[in-house]
Structures are given as C-alpha cells and as structure tokens.
C-alpha cells in the first residue's frame, strides 16, 4: 500500500506541472489572462503560436504517460495503473503548484492513455482530429472524442476495470469543459487558432 499511494502522490505532482504557464512565463505571459484563461495547448496556441502549443502539447501529454508507464514497468494490477493516470490527470486539473487550480486534462488524458491502452489512445486521438477538422471546436473535439471512450474501450480494450477508468476520465472531461459547453451553445466558443478567445 505504501508504494501505491507514494506513487499516487507522485503522479498528481507530475501531473500539476503547469506546462502550458511556464512555457507561456518565458514569454513574459500569464497564460491565466489571455484567451480562455486555460493553460493547456489551445490557449497557448491562442496566446502565443504553434511552436509554444506544440510544446505545450507534447509536456502535457508527456505528463500522462510517465506515471502509467511507472506503474506498468512495475507490472501493477490494471485498476492501480489506471488509478495512477487518474491521479496524474487530476494533478493537471488541480494543480498543487496553482492553488488547486488548474487545466482541463484533454492532453495529460491522451498521454495516460497511450500508455495504459495504446489503440484506444489512438482512435481517441484520431476522433478528435476529425471532429477538429469538421467543427474547427478544440473543446467540442475533446468532449466528442472523450464521450466516445468508454465505447472505445469496450470496443478495442475491454475489461471491467478499464471500463470504470474510461467513465473516470470521461466524467473529469466533461466537468472541466462546462465553461465552454455553455460557450458552445450559446455560439461563442473560439475556433481553433482563433486570435481572440473568450473571457473564462
Ligand atoms: O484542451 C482544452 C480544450 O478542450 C479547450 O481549451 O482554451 O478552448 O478552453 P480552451
């Protein structure tokens, strides 16, 4: 048990490294001002351009996988595994550096599922992308994507504790993106790479 919760400990730190705020910091920006308010990718392609999101977007996901790829090197069981990508998301979302503030965790999610499902990371990733390219809507993208996982574990990955990961991660999803549902309804929610964003 000791080495379980250190290893929950760790993974939300790892996960509360605010990528997309440091990145934005050498910049002389606080990303929390600009756009949506958001730290992750989108924003900071917003705020900054291709080559900070990209980074941001690669830290972020990068985040994901490192504790999942811990655990699997250690050859836990599936639950605990996914507990660990769990708890890296949440660090992202609640971050210990931000006062419990915190992103969204659509790429610290992709990252997590790389390791811990690799094919259902993918087709996640390629739902996105087609939304992306349909509707031009990163949040819409990830809630479309995010939505659809339980169906994709069920369909490439099954296994009941899987299962209960994907409606975990899913349901963090969607609470963090009410600010831009309401947007999205409402028709003010910025298109990707979209100069001027909407006030948080
Ligand atoms: O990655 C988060 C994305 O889904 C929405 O970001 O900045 O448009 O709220 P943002």
């Not at 790892?14 to 934005?24: C, E, V």
């Amino acid at each position: 048990w000791r080495l379980e919760i250190g290893l929950i400990m760790l993974s939300f730190l790892i996960g509360s490294i605010p990528t997309g705020l440091l990145i934005a910091k050498t910049k002389g920006i606080d990303i929390r001002k600009v756009g949506s308010g958001n730290i992750g990718a989108t924003n900071v392609l917003r705020a900054l351009g291709k080559e900070a999101a990209l980074l941001t977007l690669v830290g972020d996901i990068a985040k994901g996988v490192i504790p999942v790829a811990i655990a699997k090197a250690l050859a836990l069981d599936t639950l605990n595994t996914g507990i660990f990508g769990i708890a890296t998301i949440l660090g992202h979302n609640f971050s210990v550096f931000l006062k419990f503030k915190g992103g969204k965790g659509v790429a610290t999610s992709i990252g997590v599922l790389l390791a811990f499902s690799p094919h259902v990371a993918l087709l996640t990733i390629t739902i996105w992308f087609l939304t992306a390219r349909w509707t031009r809507y990163s949040s819409l993208s990830a809630l479309i994507a995010f939505g659809l996982l339980p169906l994709s574990f069920y369909m490439l990955d099954y296994s009941k504790e899987k299962l209960i990961i994907a409606v975990i991660i899913a349901f963090l999803i969607f609470i963090r993106h009410i600010a831009n549902i309401k947007r999205l309804i409402q028709g003010t929610e910025s298109k990707i790479g979209e100069k001027i964003g909407n006030k948080p």
